[in-house]
Structures are given as C-alpha cells and as structure tokens.
C-alpha cells in the first residue's frame, strides 16, 4: 500500500511555498501576474509557442503598463523553457512583477504533489494555486471504523490529520441474561436488532468512503464478534470491502477506540505521516517520563544540542510561522537580525525604514533578506546529521508538541551534561 512520499520537510516546504504564492498580488492590482499549468506528457514545444503567440498579444493590452508586465512575465518564462523537463506530475509555472518585490519574480514547481489535471494559462492579479492547494488536499486517505454493538466512529487519516467524520450510537441492548420462557424469544430479537444496526452502519461506511471521502485503504477495529458482523454484512459494499488493509481487536469505540487502534496498528501504518509523526512524539514522551536525558526541548537547548551532535530526531511544528528578517544599514553597512511572525513580515519591512540605525544613527535601514525558523534548524540538522521532522498541528500530540513544549523538541544520540 506504500509508495514513494514526500518527507515531512519537503511536504512542508511545498505548503510552504505554495502559501508565499497564494499571497503575492500584481505591482499595480493589474491582470498581469502570469499562472501555467502543465499536465505530464504535454510537449514543451507546444507550451513554448502559446507563450510566444500570447506575447504578440500582449502588446494589444490598452494600458500599457499592463501589457509591458505581462510581457516581461512572459519573457521571464520563455528564457526558462529549454531548461524545463516535463516530469510524471507535469509543471506549474508562476511569474510576474510583484507588489513586494516590485520586479520580475519566477517560480516553478517542477514536483507538483500530484498530476496536474489541467492545462491553463492564465493573467491575473494574483497567482492561481487553487489547483496545487488541490492536490495537497487529495492525498491518499486511509479510513477507521471502531465499531462494537454499543456504537461505531468513523475517521480519516489524510496526510498529518486525523478527520472524526462521525459518530453513532446503536439501539440495540445488552445480552439477555434472564430465563424462562420468553428467554430465547427475547435473545432472537436483539440480534435482529443487532443485524439491522450493522447493516445502517455498513451504509454508512459506503457513503462515507465511497462517495464524501474516498480512500485508498481501510482499517476496522472492535470487539471479535462486533466487527466481524459488521464485515460480513450483505450491505458492506464490496468495493468497501477489497480496500480493507487490517482488521484489530479492541475494546472501545470514540476517539479512544481510535487512538488504541492507532496503537496497535503502529508499525503497520507507518507509511501514514500522522502514524510516524504520533510514534516519535509518543518516544520523546516516554524519554521525558523516564527522565533517560535524550529528549529535550526548547529553542536554545536545542540549538546546543545540535552543535554537539547530539541529535537524532528534530520534532519541529509546523505551527511555528516565526521568520527572522536581516536588515541592513546602506550607510555603514551593519547588518542584524530581527525576529517576526510571518504574518507580521510586511510590516516589519514597513517600519524598519524609518529606525535609525544603530551604528551610525541614520534612517538608512532595509530588510535584505529573509529566512524562515525552520530553514536556520535545517541548516543546523544538515551539519549535525540529525533527521528533522516536521510535526503537524493537525493532531493532538502535535497540538501538545506545540503547546507545551513550545513546537521544538528533540531525541538525543546521548544525554548531554549542560
């Protein structure tokens, strides 16, 4: 059931480049940011003289400003094109003259998460990711159902997230314990009741993971006798049926059904990024609790650690957005560093103009570059030969990575003796 997957850090930085695009806008709120798509197998040739045509018609554009960005858009892209391969997935495209960076940007995503499904080129104030966003969205889904005779939950894991989707309860009693006469009569009628709650929830399972969510494989867990009554159910779609991965036994239904099955299941989900991601944070928790000295946290600890080489595993979160912008003075030419959220980048490039510099005194500051947190502990993982992995917030443990153990934690080779 396994194939070839991004890594958690390459995933990251497709969602996060993916996003940078999402915001950028055109110079001048014109139609002249430049978006292609390429589906696999198409020829470049082919692609080369649209482009070609389209800048001869560019300069038909009436506002002039207009048409010379489009243009330089489209330049930006032919210069490029003898250079591009048309990969498994194909291509997407992105140029334009920007509002923050007021030139001719370009960028290709030459690995898209999956085939691009359409061919388009479009001129726009924004760049078109819509399509991309898409495909990150559409990652192979693995469905649960735990199901006993008291209820049953039914959930997702796509990507990094776990998706409760439902939650039933049955009608259906508890085992007759009485005798006497009515005592068989009594027995009959509650698994008659029980037969018809498993086939309603086998219906259930065929809309959920056939139609609203469609998955690649399925895994079932409850009680020995439950979960092969509902298995075994005429309703149960056999197209529902040829997806089932692995079948477990456990006690509960819920959310706490669902996290034993993920337990038991561990090392058969591993392909599943929120299984790996929940088994390093489940070891980083077990280290903690047992005080060994190979698990710690925190930025500056962390940091340490790394110059020693004492790293394996970097748990970094995905919820961190903090990016550090060096600013330089043109006067003097003293550079430093300055910490921001993402969201908050423009205004810090806003403002830094009108500081003063610290060396000289004068207003002659600008932001020249910026780097993201992630970027300085990947440098750092590189250099040390630790594994960073990126931990999504889309799941519980990695909402308490970040939480309360402020979204940087690592697994040590070695205790380390501050």
């Not at 396994?2 to 990251?12: N, V």
């Not at 998706?163 to 085992?175: A, C, D, H, I, T």
């Not at 005798?179 to 008659?192: N, T």
């Not at 099955?261 to 280290?287: G, I, T």
Request: glycine share 8%; with cysteine; hydrophobic share 40%.
């Amino acid at each position: 059931m396994s194939e070839k997957k991004r890594t958690s850090l390459e995933r990251y930085h497709l969602k996060q480049k993916i996003r940078e695009l999402t915001n950028k806008e055109s110079f001048n709120q014109s139609t002249s940011l430049v978006t292609l798509y390429i589906p696999p197998g198409t020829m470049l040739s082919d692609i080369t003289a649209l482009l070609r045509d389209e800048l001869g018609t560019a300069t038909n554009i009436k506002d002039k400003s207009t048409g010379k960005a489009v243009s330089d858009a489209l330049r930006s892209i032919l210069s490029r094109m003898q250079y591009l391969k048309n990969g498994e997935n194909g291509l997407a495209i992105f140029a334009g003259i920007t509002a923050d960076a007021q030139k001719v940007e370009y960028f290709a995503i030459d690995d898209p998460p999956g085939k691009v499904g359409i061919k388009t080129y479009v001129c726009d104030v924004m760049f078109h990711t819509e399509h991309l966003e898409q495909m990150l969205a559409q990652e192979d889904q693995l469905g649960i159902i735990v199901i006993d005779r008291g209820g049953a939950s039914f959930a997702t894991i796509q990507g990094s997230s776990l998706n409760m989707l439902m939650e039933r309860k049955s009608n259906v009693p508890g085992k007759h314990s009485k005798g006497g006469q009515s005592a068989g009569r009594i027995e009959r009628g509650i698994e008659l009741l029980a037969k018809e709650y498993f086939g309603r929830m086998a219906r259930v399972a065929n809309g959920l993971y056939l139609e609203d969510h469609p998955i690649k494989a399925l895994v079932v867990g409850g009680p020995a006798m439950s979960k092969d009554d509902f298995l075994q159910h005429p309703f149960l779609d056999y197209r529902l049926k040829e997806k089932i991965y692995k079948v477990y036994d456990i006690g509960y239904t819920g959310i706490v059904g669902i996290r034993e099955l993920l337990e038991k299941a561990e090392n058969d989900l591993n392909d599943y990024s929120m299984v790996k991601e929940r088994n390093l944070f489940q070891k980083f928790l077990e280290e903690i609790g047992i005080d060994s000295g190979k698990a710690i946290y925190g930025e500056a600890a962390i940091k340490k650690a790394l110059e020693m080489g004492a790293v394996e595993t970097l748990l970094f979160s995905e919820g961190i957005e903090r990016v550090h912008g060096r600013i330089k003075c043109a006067n003097c030419n003293k550079e430093f560093l300055e910490s921001s959220t993402e969201a908050d980048f423009p205004a810090l490039q806003s403002k830094v103009s009108r500081f003063a510099c610290p060396k000289c005194k004068q207003e002659t500051l600008s932001v020249i570059s910026k780097e993201y947190l992630i970027d300085e502990f990947e440098r750092m993982s590189i250099e040390s030969g630790a594994t960073l992995e990126v931990i999504s917030t889309g799941h519980e443990d990695g909402m308490i990575l970040l939480k309360t153990f402020t979204g940087i934690a690592a697994l040590l080779r070695f205790p380390v003796n501050w």
